[in-house]
């Protein structure tokens, strides 16, 4: 992260901040100032003007909200402390300008506020942020009052991007506003509006010029609309009327509307396009319960391989003068069976369809299934299964469709879980296609289906079933990102078609496309492109060679037609499971010449139906929906930064390496073109001492029309350098383009280990560990860098699961020089048994590890020891009650020792028995494993003797390693009491006792010492 410089070296250098167009905020005399427009809170007693920088790099910390805030700047920055958050309370129209470095940086954890009150501000250049957010609550307005304005919002860590109503303008003049919202993976920070709007050119109403159009691009990122989301159409006179406002999202953006979408808002008079909506590229948009999706009148939609879905019921609805609504490769469905109402109808306008659906799914809808209203121009239905997932209902509804449609829905399914599949009230013929066998979906027979035509027709009269199994996909696969180039060149390739037989042996007997050039640069149209070649690309070299010529297809009336009929079975037929490479390549006429400004695209459309023949095929066109571009250069003009570096360290390459396109003078790149691009440093803070490093550095070869670099950096840190990008051999416009960024001092490398080395983002596993014992976590911070590494706001801990974890001893030092180290300490103790966890957090001024975070785990466990005698537990301090004792008897006492833990129990000493009052104790038998496991136990014998009649006592003890019983004893005690006598109550009485009582025992007494002598005679006779 950038580190904090000191308030001297900011005075220091203010002389030269100035001369460059920057002005550093220093609180005036007493660095407390809050007052925006008081020349004196700005280094030099100097306002910031139109194109300065306004900078805040946290030697000065404004106390809480800056106020009395408007005017021109062209940018803010905020840097240095990690952990500013920068609030403006504007007092008129605040107005960013910057267009090449940037309106908006926020480094580290720096945020920045803006509170508008109501009043407008304006935003052009970039926004950058990492880990703060930067809000702005009431309307922004995004372009400028004239000229090209490029606002791109570029998200590097977590921060968040939150704005009220927001307005996406379009420039007066022949100037583009354009807006792109993008997010570096892993970044995660949500963009969010209160509501958006993006405005079509109703200002210089250039027919055919999509330029003049608002277009704001959203790419990879989370993005949330509180409110509606309007996208304008143009406005001028029917015979030049300007485009409309563009809203795209594109990779795997994230979307989510809270009120609805609007295509469109029905101006009068737009003669080209109207407002665009594109949902592409792996999006997923989630409209509000009870939202809508409209396209209204001149309006377009294009959701290609994207999602739509709600939260709840919501309705999807296409005004019938609407130019188009196409779904390719996506899915359209509701939270629910029955919630999406989809009426979509089109008269189609220039190139494109009104209603064209391909390779898609549609569910959830309701009874009314997808209707196409009449008037509608094409219907395509190619590989796309319908679900409704209710019951009885109607799948498709066609009431009526253009006279010049040819519609085919081919590989179509439906969901056996209705009685009618399809409402049909049409003239235009029109046929259905199955897989395979005539199975329309689960037990849908081709019969079954035909008995839906219900116009009254006989059957058959205006439409076909069929079962015919032979089938291919056609789809477009571009591989040229940027196309063809507006001259003579012969033989440019421009797209490739990739054919895959899915059934049967498909023939392909014509291939017909409509075909619309866009003209941005004057004189180009159809009539100057001589043809457009069909051929066999075999080697997948993405070139027309020698032998691989197919067909030349004739250009008529905007239509492109290949008829394939004279080449021979062989070349016509795609076999099952077979899959061919067909390319296009585009030649230009004579007419066209050198130095024209002829740029644009050519987009193309397939739209021909078909009709099967009985021997299997196609013959009047493929009835699959096709799109793509053909972008078409001009001469090279100028070269364009597309990725600015926005963060820079002494001697280290960008975080963000420059990407620098070729293009013609109306922003296409010229694909074709080659060269070499080279970096130079023209502005040097440190008065030419200043030296570019990396390999980057002697220049990037043109490939693709772009420049990539890769380990471009500076050697020496600095603020505002410039570096300029110019191609050689120099083009005849603009030839380079400057860059602006600050360079930090060499930064330190943070490292982490504890025993063995952790990494950002890892985890440091300690095993098992005693349930209520504290464990003392010594780690290790190193700097492996050239630089020092400060650690900027300590160690702070989170997320505390089963544990408590505390730091006991804070790092040692908060500045660490290259090589150095320094320790801190963590306190953790489980609360229980099982698996805890916390996270720790370093924040730092590394510039790609900040902040260095980790999660530590473990899994908590106990010993838990318990004494017993039978059944009877004895508590640790506890009594244990002896009955029945009687002087001078021994009580042979057994106690059991119990593991009731998660881990293995250890008995640590031997068990000892100490008499207490009127008694003898002896352990006459130790426990025997001293290793106990959990559930198990073990057992010792304790001998106690009351020496007389009365009450005695013994203390019994063992040590273990139990965390809380340790130490483990109780007392054994009792009353010792003298048997009764035999004599019953005679002594009592006074009676004299029978002399011959005794006898029999007298007797038997004598029998006994008979018997020994006996036996000891026997036992002298052996011996002799």
Not at 94 to 113: H, K, P, V
Not at 715 to 734: C, K, Q, R, T, Y
């Amino acid at each position: 992260m950038l580190r904090t410089l000191p308030f001297l070296l900011a005075i220091l250098i203010a002389p030269v901040l100035f001369a460059q167009g920057s002005r550093l905020w220093d609180g005036g005399p007493s660095g407390t100032g809050t007052d925006w427009s008081n020349a004196q809170n700005w280094a030099g007693d100097t306002l910031p003007a139109a194109g300065d920088d306004a900078v805040f790099d946290g030697s000065v910390t404004p106390p809480g909200q800056l106020t009395n805030v408007s005017g021109t700047v062209a940018a803010i920055r905020v840097w240095g402390s990690t952990s500013l958050a920068l609030s403006l309370a504007l007092s008129g129209n605040l107005e960013l300008t910057g267009q090449n470095g940037g309106a908006i940086t926020l480094e580290g954890d720096n945020g920045l506020a803006i509170a508008s009150g109501g009043f407008n501000t304006r935003i052009g250049g970039g926004i950058t942020l990492k880990d703060g957010d930067f809000t702005v609550s009431g309307q922004v307005r995004f372009g400028r009052a004239s000229g090209n304005a490029y606002v791109e919002a570029l998200q590097r860590g977590a921060g968040n991007i939150s704005f009220g109503d927001t307005v996406g303008e379009q420039s007066a003049g022949s100037g583009r506003s354009s807006v792109r919202f993008r997010r570096l993976a892993p970044a995660s920070g949500v963009i969010m509006f209160a509501s958006l709007t993006i405005e079509g050119d109703t200002v210089d109403h250039q027919a055919g010029d999509e330029n003049d159009s608002m277009d704001a691009q959203f790419e990879g990122v989370t993005l949330s609309v509180a409110g509606n989301v309007e996208l304008h159409d143009g406005s001028g006179p029917a015979s030049n009327a300007g485009g409309g406002g563009q809203l795209h999202l594109k990779d795997n953006v994230v979307a989510t509307i809270g009120g609805n979408l609007s295509v469109g808002n029905n101006l009068a008079q737009v003669a080209d396009s109207g407002a665009e909506l594109g949902i592409q590229e792996g999006s997923v948009a989630t409209f509000a319960s009870g939202g809508t999706l409209s396209v209204q009148p001149h309006g377009v939609l294009l959701v290609l391989g994207a999602t739509l879905t709600s939260a709840g019921p919501w309705t999807i609805s296409c005004n019938p003068a609407a130019v188009a609504a196409i779904l390719l490769g996506s899915t359209v469905t509701a939270s629910a069976p029955g919630e999406l109402s989809i009426t979509l109808a089109g008269v189609g306008g220039g190139f494109l369809p009104g209603v064209a659906i391909a390779q898609s799914v549609i569910s959830n809808y309701d009874a009314d299934g997808l209707q196409l209203a009449a008037g509608t121009r094409l219907a395509i239905l190619s590989e796309t299964s319908f679900q409704s997932g209710q019951g009885a209902g109607t799948h498709l509804t066609l009431n009526g469709l253009d006279a010049g449609s040819t519609p085919v829905a081919e590989l179509v399914t439906f969901d056996a879980s209705t009685s009618s599949l399809v409402t049909i009230g049409s003239a235009t013929a029109l046929q259905f296609r199955a897989a395979s066998g005539g199975n329309f979906g689960a037990g849908v027979t081709a019969a079954q289906a035909e008995a839906q035509d219900s116009d009254g027709s006989a059957v058959g009269t205006d439409v076909t079933w069929s079962d015919n199994s032979s089938a291919f996909l056609l789809t477009f696969q571009t591989s040229q990102p940027v196309g063809v180039r507006g001259d003579t060149t012969p033989d440019q390739a421009a797209c490739f078609l990739e054919l895959q037989g899915l059934a049967g042996n498909s023939v392909v007997d014509s291939i017909d496309l409509l075909l619309e050039v866009n003209d941005w640069g004057g004189g180009l149209n159809a009539t100057d492109i001589a043809s457009i070649k069909l051929f066999d690309d075999a080697n997948a070299n993405d070139a027309l060679d020698s032998g691989e010529l197919l067909v030349t297809g004739a250009i008529n009336a905007g239509t492109l037609s290949f008829d394939l009929t004279g080449l021979g079975a062989a070349q016509r037929t795609i076999a099952q499971g077979a899959t061919e490479r067909w390319g296009m390549a585009i030649t230009f006429n004579a007419s066209i010449t050198a130095g024209g400004q002829h740029s644009g695209k050519i987009q193309l459309f397939s739209l021909q139906g078909g009709v099967a023949e009985a021997s299997g095929g196609i013959v009047a066109g493929m009835p699959l929906l096709l799109f793509d571009v053909i972008w078409v250069c001009g001469p090279a003009d100028h070269v364009r930064i597309g990725e600015r570096p926005d963060l820079a360290y002494a001697g280290l390459p960008f975080l963000v390496q420059p990407l620098v396109e070729v293009q013609d003078v109306n922003g296409v790149r010229c694909h074709w073109a080659t060269g070499t691009v080279t970096p130079g440093i023209v502005n040097d803070p440190n008065s030419g001492a200043s030296a570019l490093t990396g390999s980057d550095a002697a220049g990037v070869a043109v490939v693709n029309g772009v420049a990539q670099f890769s380990d471009l950096g500076i050697d020496l840190a600095g603020m505002n350098f410039s570096i300029d990008f110019v191609i050689a051999p120099s083009l005849p416009g603009n030839s380079g383009e400057m860059a602006w960024l600050n360079v930090e001092g060499t930064p330190g490398e943070i490292g982490l280990s504890r025993g063995a080395a952790i990494a950002d983002g890892g985890n440091d596993a300690l095993g098992n560990a005693p349930v209520g014992v504290p464990l003392s976590l010594v780690y290790t911070i190193t700097n492996s860098g050239a630089g020092n590494l400060s650690l900027t706001n300590g160690v702070a801990i989170s997320a505390q699961a089963n544990c408590s974890a505390v730091l006991t001893a804070a790092p040692g030092a908060s500045v660490i020089a290259p090589s150095g180290a320094t320790t801190f300490t963590i306190e953790v103790t489980p609360t229980a048994a099982g698996a805890f966890s916390f996270s720790v957090s370093i924040a730092n001024d590394d510039p790609d590890e900040n902040p260095f975070d980790w999660g530590v785990s473990g899994t908590g466990i106990q010993q838990d020891v318990e004494v017993r005698r039978g059944v009877t537990v004895i508590a640790d301090g506890g009594s244990d009650a002896l009955a029945g004792a009687q002087p001078g008897v021994d009580l042979v006492l057994v106690y059991t020792i119990h593991n009731t833990g998660s881990d293995d129990l250890a008995i640590t000493s031997v068990v000892a028995a100490a008499a207490g009052a009127n008694c003898t104790a002896v352990v006459t038998l130790q426990p025997g494993p001293t290793t106990i496991a959990p559930g198990n136990s073990t057992s010792f014998t304790v001998t106690i003797t009351p020496t007389s009649a009365g009450a005695f006592d013994a203390t019994v003890s063992f040590s273990c390693d139990d965390p809380d019983e340790g130490s483990y004893d109780f007392t054994a005690s009792g009353t010792a009491s003298a048997p009764a006598s035999d004599d019953g109550g005679d002594e009592d009485s006074g009676c004299v006792a029978d002399p011959t009582e005794h006898v029999g025992v007298l007797w038997l007494m004598m029998a006994l010492i008979a018997l020994v002598g006996v036996l000891g005679g026997i036992v002298r006779m052996f011996r002799r």
